[in-house]
């Protein structure tokens, strides 16, 4: 199942948010979800919003972490997402 990169309309009635957050274990990224059913999310297509407000669309891979945040009270779960493919470059310019 590969994730496509588009351009999704932002809906503000949504429940859920998802955004990316650091994997300060392992380095990379994962997808943060906040919400009421925030875990409850493995194995779908989401759409995913970056820090400039536009989204795109990722699979979620495997539950890593869920429970309260801290700061807010609210729902969170961590989840490893799919990686898109890479453009493959058939000869490097030197």
């Known amino acids: 199942m590969a994730a496509v990169a588009r351009k999704v309309e932002r809906s503000p009635e949504r429940l859920h948010r998802a955004t990316y957050a650091t994997d300060k274990r392992k380095g990379g990224y994962m997808i943060r979800v ?4 925030a ?14 407000g536009s989204e795109s ?25 799919e990686p898109r493919p890479r453009e493959e470059v058939d000869e490097i310019p030197f």
Do not use: C, H, I, M
């Open 57 to 81: 669309e990722e699979a979620l891979v495997k539950l890593t972490w869920s429970g309260k945040d801290d700061e807010t009270g609210e729902n969170v779960a961590l989840y490893t997402f």
């Open 34 to 37: 906040a919400g009421p059913q």
């Open 39 to 52: 875990g409850r999310f493995a194995g779908r297509v989401v759409p995913v919003t970056r820090k400039d």
